[in-house]
């Protein structure tokens, strides 16, 4: 059988693997947005300690990001043959949301050099920005131009071309998410989070 070029979805359509898909989707966006919001507790601390950026910024940010993350979970429950449209949809906002999201960090890192991060941390993250932003224009423009949802795809195809591209986009975007996480580490390693309980009232 020869090589099949697929997107992240297409891996996970079919049972048994659309379970685990689905169940690692949903995962991904409830760590995911627990990293958006640790980020923004982390960049809201440092703006009252050292003003260099509206607060409303870093806001708009996560709530981007939370929308995006939204998207994966609608993403993982709604297949991609079984209701396209859905599907689809999610992926609009958790690709789109997400690659915003990324830029937005990018430009409040720039913001807080160097009290808060490094040049280099910025230049990397703001490197995995424009490959993500670049990568997600052709992405939709091509999945728009696919006229059939298939797993299957032989290449003398009409849509092959749009197919293979659309899948390479949307795997450079997905691995430009988690590359760009990983740029959080160095700042969640100097800090530290705790939870509060207060009973308010007689028991």
């Known amino acids: 059988m020869p090589f099949q070029f697929q997107k992240t ?46 607060p409303v910024f870093n806001l708009v940010s996560l709530v981007l990001g939370l929308v995006g993350c939204i998207g994966m979970g609608i993403v993982a429950n709604f297949q991609e ?4 449209v ?18 937005l960090q990018s430009v409040i890192s720039y913001k807080s050099c160097p009290q808060w ?22 992405m939709i423009a091509c999945a728009s131009l696919i006229s059939i949802t298939k797993l299957e795809w ?19 975007v997905a691995f430009g998410f988690i590359f760009y996480f990983l740029t959080f580490i160095h700042d969640f390693q100097s800090v530290t989070l705790r939870i509060s309980t207060e009973i308010n009232g007689d028991v």
């Open 154 to 172: 032989n290449p003398k195809e009409k849509d092959y071309v749009y197919h293979v591209v659309s899948a390479i986009c949307e795997w450079t």
């Open 117 to 138: 991060n490094s040049l280099s941390t910025c230049h990397v993250r703001m490197a995995i920005s424009a490959v993500s932003c670049a990568a997600v224009i052709p």
């Open 9 to 54: 979805s297409d891996t996970g359509t079919t049972p048994p693997e659309s379970g685990i898909f689905g169940f690692m989707i949903n995962f991904s966006a409830f760590l995911g947005a627990a990293t958006m919001y640790t980020r923004y507790k982390i960049v809201e601390k440092q703006n009252q300690t050292t003003y260099f950026s509206t």
């Open 86 to 103: 859905v599907h689809d949809g999610g992926a609009l906002l958790a690709f789109v949301c997400g690659v915003v999201y990324t830029l």
């Open 81 to 84: 043959l079984a209701v396209p």
